[in-house]
């Protein structure tokens, strides 16, 4: 298995609803991201967890909240989102030597109404 | 700190034509490059790396780039594009012992027309 799989394709959600987004990988990988991309831009790391703690929070609001239950599995969830936070939202793995690049999933696109 | 500039944010070509996709980067330290592409609603497939040894570096789907340290280039370049080339592609940077930390350009749109 060579893929990061993220559910849901698609959601979308109210200001006061509570989502969750899943990613899982099983490849052996210990490191995990969350990007968010929005449209015909790159993508920007939020959070990155290595070895199932959280390692890098890059100043991410706090209505967006990851969780590494294990080390196939990233969570992030999301409550009371504002329309601005619409967006595609990347998972990507890889491992912690010096020779890797990451494995992206497809993502999920979010839309806030 | 890296950095990444894409100098071309569209880049219109015909179908078996030749191609090159522009990166520059900037870096203090030594680093890994990488190319991306993203098809329509789709995540990002690796391409092809640079990580040290020959400067020429060949990947997926015909593709290839040349690290260039002196002028701090890793331009992507492909001799014949196909329609099924035509995505946003990514240059990546990432220090020598910054594991977590990618730095993306801004994209480059290719185009290829029939």
């Known amino acids: 298995d060579t893929e990061v799989t993220q559910t849901p394709k698609h959601l979308v959600m109210g200001m006061t609803n509570k989502k969750s987004l899943k990613c899982e990988q099983h490849?052996?990988?210990?490191?995990m991201y969350w990007y968010k991309q929005k449209a015909k831009k790159p993508p920007e790391l939020m959070f990155v967890?290595?070895?199932?703690?959280?390692?890098i929070n890059e100043s991410v609001p706090s209505r967006f909240s990851p969780e590494c239950p294990n080390s196939s599995l990233l969570n992030l969830h999301l409550h009371a989102l504002q329309p601005e936070d619409s967006a595609l939202y990347l998972c990507?793995?890889?491992?912690?030597?010096?020779?890797?690049?990451?494995?992206f999933g497809s993502g999920t696109r979010l839309t806030v109404v | 700190a890296q950095s990444v500039t894409q100098l071309d944010s569209q880049v219109p070509v015909f179908e078996e034509a030749p191609v090159e996709l522009r990166c520059n980067y900037s870096?203090?330290?030594?680093?890994?490059l990488f190319w991306y592409v993203q098809y329509p609603n789709q995540g990002l497939q690796l391409l092809l790396k640079?990580?040290?040894?020959?400067?020429l570096v060949k990947g997926i789907n015909g593709f290839e780039a040349e690290f260039n340290k002196s002028q701090t280039s890793f331009h992507l370049r492909k001799p014949s594009v196909h329609i099924s080339d035509t995505a946003e592609y990514f240059c990546?940077?990432?220090?020598?012992?910054?594991?977590?930390?990618?730095?993306f350009g801004s994209g480059t749109k290719l185009n290829v027309k029939p």
């Open positions: 990507a793995s890889s491992t912690l030597g010096t020779d890797y690049g990451y494995t």
């Open positions: 490849m052996g990988h210990r490191a």
């Open positions: 967890y290595s070895y199932e703690k959280l390692s």
């Open positions: 870096s203090s330290v030594s680093v890994y």
């Open positions: 640079y990580l040290s040894g020959s400067t």
């Open positions: 990546a940077v990432r220090g020598l012992y910054n594991f977590n930390k990618f730095y």
